[in-house]
């Protein structure tokens, strides 16, 4: 049994490495911020099965981070900290997802970057739209 938790971990790393490279390789912020343009991106190079399982890691990344962030807020007594609607804060951790694991983690190291994306306009609508 032992053998078989060690090869799922392995697999789960590996699948999470491989999402990580295709989000790079999308370029979200770097290539373009384009919604259009990255949908077709991504039909052009993925298949319907990459697509949806991307689409399924995206998710799941954002809503780890949102569920992060707001404990960030609840922790700190802090109200309404990233300055955004519910709207925006989707639009916001998409975004930060979308631009990468870098990036992603060290917001969740260091909350306060997503703070400072938010005050200063540095995300865009919608990172997860391209999926759709």
Do not use: C
Not at 86 to 107: C, M, N, P, Q
Request: hydrophobic letters at 35%; zero cysteines; a positive charge.
């Amino acid at each position: 049994m032992n053998n078989l938790k060690i090869l799922l971990q392995y697999k789960k790393k590996q699948h999470e490495i491989k999402m990580w490279n295709h989000i790079f390789n999308i370029g979200w912020g770097i290539t373009s911020i384009n919604t259009k343009y990255l949908k077709n991106y991504i039909k052009d190079n993925y298949t319907p099965k990459q697509i949806e399982q991307l689409k399924r890691f995206v998710k799941f990344k954002r809503k780890e981070l949102q569920k992060i962030l707001k404990e960030y807020e609840q922790k700190n007594n802090l109200t309404n900290y990233f300055q955004v609607s519910d709207g925006g804060f989707w639009d916001l951790t998409a975004h930060i997802v979308g631009l990468g694991k870098e990036r992603y983690y060290s917001v969740i190291n260091n909350p306060e970057i997503a703070r400072e994306i938010s005050l200063n306009y540095m995300y865009k609508e919608n990172f997860e739209y391209i999926f759709n």
